[in-house]
Structures are given as C-alpha cells and as structure tokens.
C-alpha cells in the first residue's frame, strides 16, 4: 500500500470522526449551518472552492484506479469533492436550495450521521491498520 494512500485514509478518515463528533453535540447548530450554506452564496463560494482545492490536491497526487479498495475509495473521495466543488461554484443557488431541501436533512441527520461514521471509522481503521 503507498504511504500517500495510508495518509489519505488517516487524514480523511479522522476528519470524518472530528465532524461527527461536531455532528453529535451540535446538532441543531449543524442542521442550521447546513441550511445556511445553501441560502448564502458567500458561503457557497467558499466551500466550493475549499471543496475544489481539497478534490484537485487529492486527485493530482492520488488519482489511482487500482491497488485495492482503500486506493481506489480515496481517488473517488478526490473525485467527488472536485464534482461538488464545480457544482457549488456553478449551479444556481435555487437549485442547490431545492437539492438540499430534497435531501431532507433534518429528518434524515442520523443517516448521514451514520453514513460519516462508517466510511470515517472504516477510512481510519484502513489508514492506521496499514
């Protein structure tokens, strides 16, 4: 396995766990923040470009499609924050309003919750398991 995806993986992964734990003692400020986002260009442009930066450094220097499935779960990572940064800086703001509305957050928050718990326990436990 390559150093820089045993990195990734810790990186990642660990992220996942910090935001879920924010996820769990804040839910109604996390709920509010996400609704927040989509309603506020501002907002919109900085995470997208955040989204972008991070995608691009991660698919540059990791954009492996074979190796094993920790490899390859990282390159999509990359990839998919590459896609939401574009989609961020360049989908109408009322669109990513009726997205987000669609998603039902608040009524869903445990499932996504869940979601980032797996996929960051799952990250980190690769990461460090080497």
């Known amino acids: 396995m390559l150093p820089l995806t045993l990195f990734l993986a810790k990186l990642i992964g660990l992220m996942f766990l910090v935001f879920l734990l924010a996820m769990a003692v804040n839910k109604r400020a996390m709920i509010a923040a996400a609704g927040e986002i989509v309603r506020d260009r ?35 990572i990359g990839w998919l924050l590459v896609v939401r940064g574009i989609v961020w800086l360049c989908t109408p703001q009322e669109k990513l309003v009726e997205y987000y509305e669609a998603v039902r957050f608040e009524k869903n928050y445990y499932v996504y919750a869940a979601i980032i718990c797996v996929i960051g326990l799952g990250l980190t436990i690769a990461g460090f398991a080497g």
């Open 42 to 76: 501002g907002l919109l442009l900085i995470g997208g470009s955040v989204n972008l930066a991070g995608g691009l450094a991660i698919v540059l220097g990791h954009n492996l499609w074979s190796g094993g499935a920790l490899t390859v779960i990282i390159t999509l």
